[in-house]
């Protein structure tokens, strides 16, 4: 069963470094979504994106983040200086024309 | 803001027990709803979604929507330890708002 893989499962940096996170959604997928989790808390919305661009992005989604999709298969995250505050597990997740959206294990960012 | 509103639990269940999980909305916008298992340190598993009004049953699980109560449930019949989670409700909006608005999740333990 297709599923969505993301890489690295979990990523340590020093605070201000960039980050890249990965993300391979499922392929006749068309939408694609980056969520977070701190830890004890709630699954929060990032972004999402659709047709190569952006469609919505949350308060959260600032200036240090991006998202692009370099080639036909894979989604990223980059976070420009990392924060402390940036560690948390991030989930890519993707969807077809439905709304069911499929989540990938996660990578847990742990910034130093 | 719109919120998703679920009670934390713990719930306890004694196993071959049915457990009912709730959760309300307030983005009245709302078209469809999901629920999702997760794991402690795993990604949230999609387990149910329903869409209008009314009941949806797939094996031991059913959800129920009522729009006009902005009230969504889970029932799990048969409960098995493996279905020890946290479960997650999350409401998906209209156009303009196409994301999931996750709640905070409810534990659920079940006792054998």
């Known amino acids: 069963e297709p599923e969505v893989t993301q890489t690295p499962s979990h990523q340590v940096t020093q605070m201000g470094q960039e980050v890249i996170l990965r993300c391979v959604p499922i392929?006749?997928?068309?939408?694609f979504y980056w969520y977070r989790q701190i830890l004890g808390q709630k699954v929060e919305f990032l972004v999402s994106?659709?047709?190569?661009?952006?469609?919505?992005k949350s308060e959260i989604f600032d200036d240090q983040f991006s998202v692009e999709r370099p080639d036909g298969s894979n989604f990223t995250l980059k976070i420009r200086s990392t924060k402390l505050e940036d560690s948390a597990m991030y989930f890519c997740?993707?969807?077809?024309?439905?709304?069911?959206?499929?989540f990938g294990p996660g990578t847990r960012l742990t910034v130093l | 803001q719109k919120e998703v509103e679920q009670n934390s639990g713990p719930l306890s269940v004694p196993e071959g027990a049915i457990a009912s999980l709730n959760c309300t909305y307030s983005?009245?916008?709302?078209?469809?709803f999901f629920w999702y298992r997760q794991y402690s340190g795993k990604s949230p598993e999609l387990i149910m979604s329903?869409?209008?009004?009314g009941d949806k049953e797939d094996g031991r699980f059913t959800a129920q929507l009522n729009k006009a109560s902005q009230y969504v449930s889970l029932l799990i019949r048969d409960s098995q330890p493996s279905d020890s989670a946290t479960y997650l409700c999350?409401?998906?909006?209209?156009?303009?708002?196409?994301?999931?608005?996750f709640g905070t999740g409810t534990r659920l333990t079940i006792i054998p």
């Open positions: 329903i869409y209008s009004n």
């Open positions: 392929s006749n997928h068309l939408y």
């Open positions: 997740a993707s969807r077809t024309g439905f709304n069911e959206q499929f």
């Open positions: 983005d009245r916008g709302s078209q469809s």
């Open positions: 994106f659709y047709n190569n661009e952006i469609s919505e």
């Open positions: 999350a409401a998906f909006g209209n156009f303009g708002n196409e994301k999931l608005t």
